[in-house]
């Protein structure tokens, strides 16, 4: 089955302690993308990558860090997590345009 | 940055009845989609509509493009309870593939 699936789906954990949200594809996308929704601001992408070891910086990447080793995983790391992190994050990947999200993982940072 | 704005924010209707949603966007466009998202789910892509493309069907919904107008809408049929979520529209005015989101219309079904 095609599908996009991000770990953890629910994570409370402190300002300062370093967390990874994994996210893997199992379709060869190409295009691997992240996402935060927030009430009121809708989806806003934090990086994405058009291939292996290519990643970019979307609208607000500060906070971030991605990496691309593989096709298939694309995993989103928080350094240092702050309050202002808590979020629900989506991971997507596209062949064609059309996305594909995982279900999403809900992230608070006390 | 948010370019597409969805009307109405909410909208509630009886199931059976169509339910239209709208989105407007700013800079020209090569495609538009439309998503739903079901509370606290990922999204899932329902239809694309291409800039050169005034009208597209996909079961029961049907999604118009006024490129002039800088808008579309997504008309959902014979809704059901099942059709309850949120619907956001997506643009591709930087590139295919960072979408520029709307904030959505919380679509609410009625039995």
């Known amino acids: 089955e095609a599908q996009v699936t991000q770990n953890p789906r629910y994570l409370i954990t402190v300002t300062g302690k370093k967390l990874t949200v994994t996210c893997s594809q199992n379709?060869?996308?190409?295009?691997m993308s992240w996402y935060r929704q927030d009430p009121g601001l809708g989806l806003r992408q934090i990086y994405y990558?058009?291939?292996?070891?290519?990643?970019d910086k979307g609208d607000v990447p500060e906070g971030y860090k991605v990496s691309r080793k593989e096709k298939r995983n694309f995993p989103l790391i928080l350094e240092s997590p702050s309050p202002n992190q808590t979020s629900l994050y989506f991971c997507?990947?596209?062949?064609?345009?059309?996305?594909?999200f995982g279900e999403g993982s809900r992230l608070t940072v006390l | 940055s948010q370019q597409g704005e969805e009307d109405p924010q909410a909208l509630s209707i009886q199931e059976g009845e169509n339910a239209t949603m709208n989105c407007s966007y700013k800079t020209s466009i090569n495609n538009l989609q439309w998503y739903r998202q079901n509370s606290g789910r990922g999204l899932v892509h329902l239809i694309l509509i291409r800039s050169n493309e005034r009208e597209k069907h996909s079961g029961r919904l049907r999604v118009t493009l006024d490129t002039s107008k800088k808008s579309s809408s997504l008309l959902i049929t014979a809704s059901r309870a099942a059709d309850t979520a949120s619907y956001f529209c997506?643009?591709?005015?930087?590139?295919?593939?960072?979408?520029?989101w709307g904030a959505g219309t919380k679509l609410i079904i009625k039995p």
């Open positions: 990558s058009m291939n292996v070891e290519v990643t």
């Open positions: 379709m060869n996308h190409e295009y």
């Open positions: 997506a643009t591709d005015a930087n590139s295919n593939y960072q979408l520029i």
């Open positions: 997507a990947s596209s062949g064609t345009g059309e996305l594909f």
